[in-house]
């Protein structure tokens, strides 16, 4: 299992906050929403984000529309993925 840092995300709409988050990535890697879920859901890999220099635990959250991915740090659930610049 791989401990693997997410850098960067894209979205559809970018600038909306309540639209989905469509891809995700990092050095030399790109995946989709669904791919990040499923290797997690497989416990295949665990993925990151460092933000502000906190790090912060990426899950699956079983919502009403479906699963998403959150980001837990500092003791409390955030949208850190949000924060983090568009992947070319």
């Not at 693997?4 to 929403?33: D, M, S």
């Not at 899950?59 to 980001?71: E, F, M, N, Q, W």
Request: net charge neutral.
């Amino acid at each position: 299992m791989a401990d693997v840092q997410v850098t960067c995300i894209n979205k559809q709409p970018r600038q909306n906050a309540y639209e989905g988050i469509t891809h995700l990535g990092g050095h030399n890697w790109k995946w989709t929403r669904a791919e990040v879920i499923a290797s997690i859901q497989n416990k295949a890999n665990t993925f990151y984000t460092l933000v502000g220099g906190n790090r912060g635990n990426i899950a699956v959250i079983d919502g009403p529309t479906g699963p998403y991915l959150r980001t837990y740090a500092d003791g409390q659930w955030n949208d850190n993925l949000l924060s983090l610049a568009e992947c070319s």
